[in-house]
Structure formats: C-alpha cells, structure tokens
C-alpha cells in the first residue's frame, strides 16, 4: 500500500473515531463534572482556588449542597475538597482551557455563563479528550496490519469494530480518561511489538 493511501485510511479512522465526540454532548453528570470542576478552579482567576486544583467552592464542603459528589480530602490535612478522578485528562485540559476562557473573555463573552460554559465544557471534551482518545484508531489499524499482516480493509475493520462494537464509542462523548488511556495502551503495544521494550515501557508508564 502506498504512504498516502496508509495516511488517508488512518485519517479517516480517526475523524470516524473523533465524530462521536463532535455530535453527542452528554452535559453534565457527576464524574464528569468533578473533572470539570478542577480544570475550572486551576484557571478560572479570583476564587480561593486560583491556580490549584482544589474544588472547594463547587461541592461547599461541610453544607449540603455540591455540583458533583465525587471528590474526596484528608481530615488529617485539612477540609480542601478535590476531584477523586485520575488527573491526567485534567492536566492536559489545563492549559487548553486556559486558551479557550481567555479566547472567549477577549471576544466580550462571559465563560462563565451558562451557555457559554456549556459550549466550551463541549469544545474542551473534543479538543483534549477527543483528540488524544481519537488516536485509538489509527494506532490500533497499524498495530494489527504490521503484527498480523493484515491487508487494509481487514485491519481497518477491526478498529471500527473495536471503537464502535464495545463502549469505547460511548464513552468517548464524556470527559473521562477511557478512551486516552486505550490510546495510550495501543501505543505501547505498537512500540513493543516494534522492538522497543524500554518505549513501550515509557508509554505505559505515562498512560
């Protein structure tokens, strides 16, 4: 197969991969909006949790009222309440939400508004999320055609039958690590059966 019939297939996986994101937003439920929520208090300026990832003031810890139950602290060090989820998505999403809060304050828009949050909570799901689960599939279609000689068509089908056959699609519209972290795994097969245990390692490491 020529390089530029490869790379159109593995684009075309990933857009395939990618739409599920782009089309579906599953609003707000509460492991969502504990991610939300941390990536929320790094950035957005003049709260107490400026520039940390505490989430005091969206679950008010010690009242009864929160926008997500899925957090957690230590008695022992203090009351500060933060997301329970794994923090990678978080990290990555940072910086990218940075972008997108101050791209919309420059543009006269209030993020912090209710329409305005529920777009950019969208727009942050496809650009890091999305983006970085997306990758699943063209990963996983040269990790199959190189191991097991797979011509094109079969490889390819494999991969839609991976991403949309089980939950992987689903999840896929929600800001939760699932489908990155498959990402991740795919790549660190692909560099193990490459010959590189020491990349495969790191790659796995990082996921």
């Not at 957005?44 to 400026?50: A, H, L, V």
């Not at 500060?80 to 420059?106: I, M």
């Not at 799901?125 to 990790?143: E, H, K």
């Not at 839609?160 to 699609?169: D, E, I, K, P, Q």
Request: net charge positive; with cysteine.
């Amino acid at each position: 197969m020529s390089r530029v019939r490869a790379n159109a297939v593995e684009i075309g996986l990933f857009l395939l991969a990618l739409w599920p994101a782009l089309y579906f937003n599953n609003g707000a439920n509460i492991p969502q909006i504990s991610r939300f929520d941390a990536v929320y208090a790094f950035v957005e300026p003049g709260t107490p949790d400026t520039g940390s990832f505490r989430i005091d003031r969206f679950v008010r810890v010690g009242r009864t009222s929160a926008n997500t139950i899925d957090w957690a602290r230590n008695p022992a060090q203090g009351r500060e309440a933060y997301s329970n989820k794994a923090p990678g998505l978080q990290l990555v999403a940072v910086p990218v939400y940075a972008v997108l809060f101050y791209g919309a304050r420059a543009l006269g828009v209030d993020p912090t508004a209710p329409k305005p949050t529920y777009v950019l909570a969208w727009l942050l799901n496809v650009l890091v999320q999305g983006v970085l689960g997306a990758l699943l599939l063209p990963v996983f279609y040269r990790l199959v055609r190189d191991a097991l000689g797979l011509s094109s068509l079969p490889a390819a089908s494999l991969g839609l039958v991976l991403w949309y056959g089980t939950g992987l699609a689903p999840f896929h519209t929600m800001f939760w690590g699932h489908t990155p972290a498959a990402s991740w795994v795919a790549l660190a097969l692909r560099a193990q059966t490459r010959g590189a245990p020491a990349r495969c390692g790191l790659i796995a490491g990082l996921g």
